[in-house]
């Protein structure tokens, strides 16, 4: 060293940082790689936070505690820990090359005193890079700064030779003063327009790959959704297929019950006649060959209720067809045709019930407006008369068998909902 006198601290000649000791000289030499060190009488700067006790080394290192902190009141006792530096504990100093004094390695030894140490500052520009090129933050910042800070290219190759080191993703730790220096090492304006450069065209790429990348993903989301609906479109369409099959066969046993409904009123007025002309019973067992009984049986029954049953429901069937864009009007025509007919039945003897004013505005918006109409009633025994201004059913020709018949067919025409189709 430059003086056999003993000072208060050890300066590096590299960044000027003062040291307490040889130890911390070492550990100094040991992360930074600096060799040049002197005795000084200038003591090591102590500043204690009277808030938590922290001790700064430096202007620097108490502000970046207050900025940290908050606390911002600091007691300076740099006198009463100012000591001589003892150079006998440790191995005389070698010199380099140049002539310089240095401190030898004499122990590997990490330093203890951990709270007088922070974290050095870095290349931002840099670290930035290396983070978007997927490096830990730890070991992006270990890196730069033990590869000199100087370029990408460098510290990939550090984190290469070093990638198996146990402390390669810890947080690097200097001292204060070491961290300032290194912090002036800074690219030139040419070097930064490069590497701008080089971080915005990683930048561009990465932002590319990211966006083919989300491409493929919306690709498959779409093939994936196309799928589902085709498959949703085709169980859609086999449900309305088997929807429309059971309809039909719902109709077809509806339609099956309206002919055996039908087919039993039939039977009902044909018993009806028989009681009415004192005939007895038709045997079931008998009327099963009634198609191919001899036709001289069938004389024996009037003829006539059949023929106008026939021709009552034709005339309903028509009357039907002609409205069927208004089954509402329709319906209201079978009803009040009922009424009239059951009048009649109910009182044969009432004038009043088998005469019917044809230009009368609730029959003619009911009844008579409607083709068919008019003509189901003349069916029945209605006569028009005094120039066809009203319809009137004589007492003499009042047949109470052809009303009951008249009243079934209208009655069936108004529940059967497949009356006119059959």
């Known amino acids: 060293m430059a003086s056999p006198v003993a000072g208060l601290s050890l300066r590096c000649g590299d960044c000027g940082t003062l040291l307490r000791s040889v130890e911390e000289a070492q550990e100094h030499a040991d992360l930074t790689s600096h060799a040049n060190f002197s005795e000084s009488t200038e003591a090591v700067l102590?500043?204690?936070?009277?808030?938590?006790?922290?001790?700064?080394?430096?202007?620097t290192e108490s502000d970046l505690h207050t900025k940290r902190t908050g606390h911002a009141d600091f007691t300076d006792k740099t006198l009463e820990a100012a000591k001589?530096?003892?150079?006998?504990?440790?191995?005389?100093?070698?010199?380099?090359?140049?002539?310089?004094?240095?401190?030898?390695?004499?122990?590997?030894?990490?330093?203890?005193?951990?709270d007088e140490m922070i974290i050095p500052e870095v290349d931002k520009r840099l670290l930035e890079e290396l983070e978007l090129m997927g490096f830990a933050t730890a070991r992006a910042t270990r890196a730069l700064h033990y590869s000199g800070n100087s370029s990408i290219e460098a510290a990939i190759n550090w984190v290469a030779d070093h990638e198996d080191d146990p402390d390669v993703d810890q947080m690097p730790l200097v001292s204060i003063n070491s961290s300032?220096?290194?912090?002036?090492?800074?690219?030139?304006?040419?070097?930064?327009?490069?590497?701008?450069?080089?971080?915005?065209?990683?930048?561009?790429?990465?932002?590319?790959?990211?966006?083919?990348r989300m491409e493929r993903e919306r690709e498959k989301d779409r093939i994936r959704v196309g799928k589902e609906l085709l498959a949703a479109k085709r169980i859609e369409e086999d449900n309305e297929?088997?929807?429309?099959i059971e309809l039909r066969k719902a109709e077809k046993e509806e339609e099956k019950r309206a002919r055996e409904k039908i087919r039993q009123r039939l039977e009902e007025d044909k018993a009806e006649r028989r009681r009415k002309l004192g005939l007895p019973p038709e045997d079931p067992v008998a009327t099963k060959p009634a198609t191919t009984s001899p036709?001289?049986?069938?004389?024996?029954?009037?003829?006539?209720?059949?023929?106008?049953?026939?021709?009552?429901r034709d005339c309903l069937r028509?009357?039907?067809?002609?409205?069927?864009?208004?089954?509402?009007?329709v319906k209201r025509a079978f009803q009040t045709l009922l009424t009239y007919v059951g009048n009649v039945a109910r009182n044969p003897n009432e004038e009043k019930f088998r005469k019917i004013r044809l230009n009368n505005a609730t029959f003619q918006d009911r009844v008579g407006s409607l083709h068919g109409g008019v003509e189901f009633?003349?069916?029945?025994?209605f006569e028009k008369q005094e120039g066809g201004e009203f319809l009137f059913l004589p007492r003499d020709k009042v047949d109470i068998a052809v009303m009951n018949?008249?009243?079934?067919?209208?009655?069936?025409?108004?529940?059967?909902?497949?009356?006119?189709?059959?």
């Open 295 to 312: 036709v001289e049986e069938k004389s024996a029954l009037p003829i006539k209720p059949v023929i106008k049953l026939e021709q009552m």
């Open 241 to 244: 297929r088997k929807r429309i």
């Open 318 to 329: 028509s009357l039907k067809q002609n409205h069927k864009e208004d089954d509402a009007k």
């Open 180 to 212: 300032a220096e290194t912090s002036k090492k800074t690219l030139t304006a040419e070097e930064i327009k490069i590497k701008a450069e080089e971080l915005r065209e990683r930048a561009r790429k990465k932002k590319d790959e990211e966006e083919k």
């Open 377 to 381: 009633l003349q069916i029945c025994g």
């Open 405 to 422: 018949s008249a009243g079934s067919e209208l009655n069936s025409a108004i529940t059967n909902p497949f009356f006119g189709i059959l």
């Open 84 to 114: 001589p530096i003892d150079l006998e504990a440790s191995k005389p100093p070698a010199v380099n090359s140049e002539g310089n004094a240095t401190v030898a390695a004499a122990v590997a030894s990490e330093s203890g005193q951990s």
């Open 46 to 59: 102590n500043l204690i936070c009277n808030t938590c006790g922290k001790p700064c080394r430096s202007k």
